[in-house]
């Protein structure tokens, strides 16, 4: 007999049970099931993103599994905020004051769009995003930065306005911030939620460098919703340009990037990996190996299964690189740079309807079967 149990017969089972049994069960199998890992691009072939969970070494990639993805970005594709307990947060970030953004669960293609933010400037200079989960009170979050330009010479107000989504109220509220880092955090898509927290890389703006220099690692805790700072290693002469960040299991790591001399543009030849290896503690920080790619790195993505490093080449090829044997594998797929992205993965129930211990409403008399349906498309 097949072990298969058909989707619709699972629509019809999940849709029976207690409201309470399901978000136990999701809880448990989120955080007992071995991490998948989600990778996102956009292919020039398809022209459109293209997400795949996949479960095996990546130098293979034969084992994949590609999401239905039902969103059509502005621009050609959507900014990843973040991930947490298999919810997606999206953000499309074409237009400041209208944006979407979007709280998905690919698992059961359930979706949220949010309410629009309200704080806003006439004359907004940026705003950055984060998204995580509130353990302690069992709750997603979404937190916005908004900074302002303070006169007609586009100086950065270094303090900004923060408000908070909370997914259970389905509302943005505003929090004060007397404590807030004296840093600008970047716009550029880096952030990492850990430990409880979003992390950011901030720099101190300056009229005589434009290169975004005199760097920290900026937090903000989603329980206690404040800012804290955090050393990065003992990097100098970087550009906020030059540094990424990416979780690794319960570690925090840090790329830095090595640009070629040679150039006068912003070219890197190589890119080394930095773990911090007792978390919160700057000495810790630990350089591990460094990658040299002959074309280019174009970006690091992070660490895949097996001791792997995966990374996009500056012509957009996606490779994998073997950090024992110092191989590299092709793995037959190209895509504008920037879109790259790889996300932990894990499957939950999360955003389903009736569940009103997660989105604080009533359960419904009638569940749409629309949200059910398969959630793989291979």
């Not at 259970?168 to 716009?187: C, F, H, K, T």
């Not at 490779?319 to 797929?333: A, R, T």
Request: charge should be negative; hydrophobic fraction near 35%.
């Amino acid at each position: 007999m097949s072990s298969h149990i058909d989707q619709e017969i699972l629509t019809e089972i999940l849709k029976r049970l207690p409201a309470k049994f399901l978000v136990q069960l999701s809880t448990r199998t989120s955080s007992s099931s071995t991490a998948k890992l989600m990778l996102r691009h956009y292919s020039w072939a398809h022209k459109k993103e293209i997400y795949t969970v996949n479960s095996s070494s990546m130098s293979s990639f034969d084992q994949y599994q590609e999401l239905v993805f039902p969103f059509k970005s502005y621009s050609q594709y959507f900014e990843i905020v973040g991930s947490c307990n298999g919810i997606l947060c999206l953000s499309d970030t074409y237009r400041l004051n209208s944006h979407t953004i979007i709280l998905w669960n690919p698992t059961i293609r359930k979706s949220i769009t949010l309410p629009l933010p309200s704080v806003s400037f006439d004359q907004i200079y940026m705003f950055v995003l984060g998204f995580g989960c509130d353990d302690k009170r069992n709750e997603y979050k979404v937190v916005r930065i908004v900074y302002r330009v303070m006169d007609n010479k586009c100086r950065v107000d270094i303090t900004p306005q923060v408000e908070v989504y909370e997914l259970s109220l389905d509302a943005w509220r505003s929090i004060r911030i007397d404590a807030a880092p004296q840093y600008v955090i970047s716009e550029l898509p880096v952030r990492v939620f850990l430990k409880g927290s979003v992390h950011w890389i901030g720099y101190i703006p300056s009229e005589e460098d434009s290169d975004f220099r005199d760097l920290s690692l900026v937090l903000f805790d989603m329980n206690k919703e404040v800012f804290r700072e955090m050393k990065l290693p003992g990097v100098t002469g970087l550009s906020v340009l030059d540094l990424s960040i990416f979780g690794s299991g319960n570690l925090l790591s840090l790329i830095q990037y090595n640009r070629h001399t040679r150039s006068q543009w912003i070219q890197y030849g190589s890119c080394s990996i930095w773990v911090m290896k007792d978390y919160g503690k700057v000495e810790s920080w630990t350089k591990q190996f460094t990658v040299d790619l002959q074309g280019g790195v174009g970006k690091a993505l992070g660490l895949g299964n097996n001791a792997e490093m995966l990374l996009v080449k500056s012509s957009g090829e996606l490779v994998s690189y073997d950090i024992e044997n110092q191989k590299i594998s092709h793995l037959g797929i190209k895509g504008i740079v920037s879109s790259f992205h790889l996300e932990t993965y894990s499957e939950t129930l999360v955003l389903l309807d009736g569940i009103n211990e997660i989105l604080g409403h009533k359960i419904p008399e009638n569940c749409s079967d629309s949200h059910l349906e398969g959630a793989y498309e291979r």
